[in-house]
């Protein structure tokens, strides 16, 4: 019904994935068209295409990939995933624009402003957090952010945030969840003599680390390597999935439903 919908107003589909979850019933696709070949503007798209999603009950989308979306980086003092976001961002690898930077620490500024990018130090109070949450909520509205990475920020979201942006805030955590989540992983991991460790890209839900997965990798390590070494390994296997979970977002190849992803990379 979708293909021809869009051939019959002389559509071209660049690209087209789809997916039948066999347990759910659920039907998953995404489509690439030409929007040049469409006498359609974006909205006028919408509109002529909701009395078919109505009839089938669909949940859907359309956005402009000319548009580019406003992403937000938060951090804290750790800096190879944002330092390897900003890379890819300043190569062009990363099709998005970053208002600014969010940190509660101030150690990683000169990094970022030499990106020509503003960096926002929010101090976090350990006895009382909420300035520092309303404060990080309000430059997140300010800046009309689409999407939130958490690259190693290292504190927990409030709730009211994580149901606003649900779906759009994303984190990496440091393990291969949902083994090892909380503290320390990769000693964890070093006490329970491991042969593999990893990464996780998900999205951030009001229940800690348990959000929809968008992507994991692993690394082989052995008896011989100590946590640090762990931990040197580790970061390299962060910064590939984080970067490869928000290319993904950044091109709408992730569905969510319930909380599970389908990710047609």
């Known amino acids: 019904?979708?293909?021809?919908f869009i051939s019959s107003h002389g559509?071209?589909?660049?690209?087209?994935?789809q997916h039948t979850d066999s347990s759910t019933g659920w039907f998953f696709m995404r489509v690439e068209i030409n929007a040049a070949t469409l006498p359609f503007s974006l909205e006028e798209l919408k509109a002529a295409f909701s009395p078919i999603a109505q009839s089938f009950n669909m949940d859907?989308?359309?956005?402009?990939?000319?548009?580019?979306?406003k992403v937000i980086l938060m951090a804290s003092r750790e800096s190879h995933c944002l330092a390897d976001l900003l890379y890819r961002y300043h190569e062009g690898e990363l099709d998005c624009e970053i208002p600014c930077v969010i940190s509660n620490h101030d150690d990683l500024r000169s990094m970022v402003e030499w990106h020509n990018i503003p960096y926002h130090h929010v101090p976090v109070n350990k006895e009382d957090k909420q300035p520092?949450?309303?404060e990080v909520a309000r430059l997140i509205r300010e800046n009309k952010a689409d999407t939130v990475v958490l690259a190693?920020?290292?504190q927990i979201l409030p709730s009211d945030v994580c149901q606003e942006y649900a779906h759009r805030i994303i984190n990496i955590h440091h393990s291969f969840l949902?083994?090892?989540?909380?503290?320390k992983p990769y000693h964890q991991a070093h006490e329970r003599g491991v042969k593999l460790i990893g990464a996780t890209c998900h999205y951030?839900?009001?229940?800690l680390d348990a959000g929809p997965i968008i992507d994991q990798d692993v690394i082989r390590v052995s008896h011989r390597d100590a946590p640090e070494e762990m931990v040197r390994l580790g970061r390299d296997v962060e910064k590939n999935v984080l970067s490869r979970g928000l290319r993904w977002h950044l091109e709408d190849k992730i569905l969510v439903q319930g909380n599970k992803t389908v990710v047609f990379n």
């Open 152 to 154: 190693r920020y290292m």
């Open 11 to 17: 559509g071209s589909i660049s690209d087209a994935n």
């Open 204 to 207: 951030v839900t009001e229940e």
């Open 1 to 4: 019904m979708v293909s021809n």
């Open 178 to 183: 949902p083994s090892f989540a909380g503290a």
């Open 60 to 69: 859907w989308n359309i956005s402009d990939s000319a548009v580019p979306k």
């Open 132 to 134: 520092h949450f309303d």
